[in-house]
């Protein structure tokens, strides 16, 4: 995949698929969304809306941060808070499937209202390869594929157009790059669509989330000089015995996981070591109020899908 000439090619097609109407682009901050982007900008100017939804799972200050770096590239983004929306479909699921149905489904009602709303015709999205696969085999079921598994958009109000469908996660950063992108969102790690619901064993709660993100930031920090592929901090459901000044503690357990991986379809556990393990753990059991327990996954993919849910 030669990136110049696929910029090219989009960008045509894009042009004449959405003509003089208007386009709705989901973006999250990812670097396939950010591509798509800054592709239906290129291609149809002020003629798109750019929409961070957030949804309550996203890590700490996220939208303002993608808000500040497109406003940079000449794309105003609107936030919308409808994370009320999702903690009341996850309420109760515990069943990862579940979890991720529920997500999908509030995702495109979100949408639909949005495209609605903003009178736009087009609703773009970054679906890539890895997602579409991992859906249609059953793995698991990813936020933003419909027409793939016979579920008509229009159902949500939608017509969508997906750029990068056909291309796997290396070939995205590099169109990232080609599109001017800057390091910070064309080699961003990957994060899930559902968020830290995905990282969340068990029932999303907004208090069990932020838990989450809080490990979540002390897990980046400190594995920021290995760049790991992937890395993330998940909240299990069960509970452990502890001990607290003196006394018993029945805990929470916190896992921690890194990978290193080319597309996502493989991964391998990166090595880490072990004093910045324990740094890792410290900080976790001093920082979150109630866990006293940290793990290290060592699982590759396969048996194991890089994700928890």
């Not at 894009?14 to 973006?27: C, H, N, P, R, Y």
């Not at 698991?140 to 579920?151: F, V, Y």
Request: charged share 25%; aromatic share 6%; with cysteine.
């Amino acid at each position: 995949m030669d990136p110049k000439v696929f910029v090219r090619e989009k960008i045509t097609e894009l042009e004449q698929a959405i003509g003089d109407k208007t386009a709705l682009v989901a973006l999250s901050g990812g670097v396939d969304s950010s591509a798509v982007a800054v592709l239906a900008h290129k291609a149809i100017d002020n003629q798109l809306h750019a929409l961070f939804i957030d949804d309550g799972l996203m890590r700490e200050g996220e939208g303002e941060q993608i808000k500040a770096i497109f406003a940079g590239l000449g794309i105003e983004v609107e936030i919308i808070d409808k994370s009320a929306d999702f903690f009341a479909a996850l309420r109760g699921q515990v069943d990862p499937e579940e979890k991720r149905k529920a997500f999908r489904d509030t995702f495109y009602k979100t949408l639909g209202e949005a495209v609605c709303n903003s009178g736009c015709s087009f609703m773009l999205q970054g679906t890539i390869a890895a997602d579409i696969i991992e859906t249609q085999k059953g793995i698991k079921t990813q936020h933003n594929i419909l027409e793939q598994i016979g579920i008509d958009p229009a159902e949500y109000g939608l017509q969508i157009l997906e750029p990068l469908k056909d291309l796997f996660k290396p070939d995205v950063r590099l169109v990232a790059a080609e599109l001017g992108l800057p390091e910070e969102i064309h080699q961003r790690m990957p994060f899930p669509g559902p968020g830290l619901a995905t990282r969340c064993i068990g029932e999303c709660t907004p208090e069990r989330i932020a838990k989450v993100r809080a490990a979540h930031v002390i897990v980046e920090e400190e594995l920021a000089p290995f760049r790991p592929f992937q890395c993330m901090a998940v909240l299990l459901s069960d509970r452990a015995t502890g001990l607290k000044e003196g006394g018993r503690l029945l805990g929470e357990i916190m896992v921690v996981r890194a990978v290193e991986s080319e597309d996502a379809m493989t991964a391998a556990p990166v090595e880490v070591p072990w004093a910045v393990l324990r740094r890792i753990q410290e900080r976790i059991c001093t920082e979150i109020e109630g866990v006293n327990r940290v793990l290290y996954d060592l699982t590759p993919k396969p048996p194991a899908t890089i994700e928890y849910i």
